[in-house]
C-alpha cells in the first residue's frame, strides 16, 4: 500500500507542476486530492491484496475526486515510464495480476 501512495503521490506531482505551475511542491488544490486518495488507500477493504483502482469492484472515492484522479491519472501515466520505470512497471503489474478479478 506504501507504493500505491508513493505511486500516486509522484503521479499528482506531474500533474500539478504541468497543469498549476509550481515547481517544488503541489498547490493546495492537488494537496487535497493527494490527502484525499491517502485515505482512501489506507482504508481500502481489500487492505494488502488492493487492486489497482481501475480494476477494483469497490468505487471509494466521490464522483467529482474520481474525476480529478482520472484525469490525473491520464496525462501522468504514460509519463510515469519515463520519470518513476520502476513504480510503473510495478503498477502495471498489479493492474494485470487482479483484472480477472474484477467481474467476482
Not at 22 to 33: D, F, I, R, V
Not at 65 to 70: D, L, S, T
Request: proline letters at 6%; a positive charge; charged letters at 25%.
Amino acid at each position: 500500500m506504501n507504493s500505491e501512495y508513493k505511486t500516486i503521490e509522484l503521479m499528482v506531482g506531474l500533474y500539478c507542476r504541468k497543469f498549476h505551475g509550481t515547481k517544488y511542491t503541489n498547490c493546495s488544490e492537488c494537496e487535497a486530492l493527494l490527502a484525499y486518495a491517502g485515505q482512501r488507500i489506507e482504508k481500502c477493504p481489500f487492505g494488502t491484496e488492493k487492486p489497482v483502482c481501475n480494476s477494483c469492484p469497490v468505487h471509494c472515492y466521490k464522483p467529482d475526486m474520481r474525476a480529478e484522479v482520472k484525469a490525473v491519472m491520464r496525462y501522468a501515466g504514460p509519463r510515469m515510464l519515463w520519470r518513476h520505470p520502476i513504480l510503473a512497471v510495478r503498477h502495471f503489474i498489479r493492474a494485470r495480476r487482479y483484472s480477472g478479478k474484477r467481474s467476482k
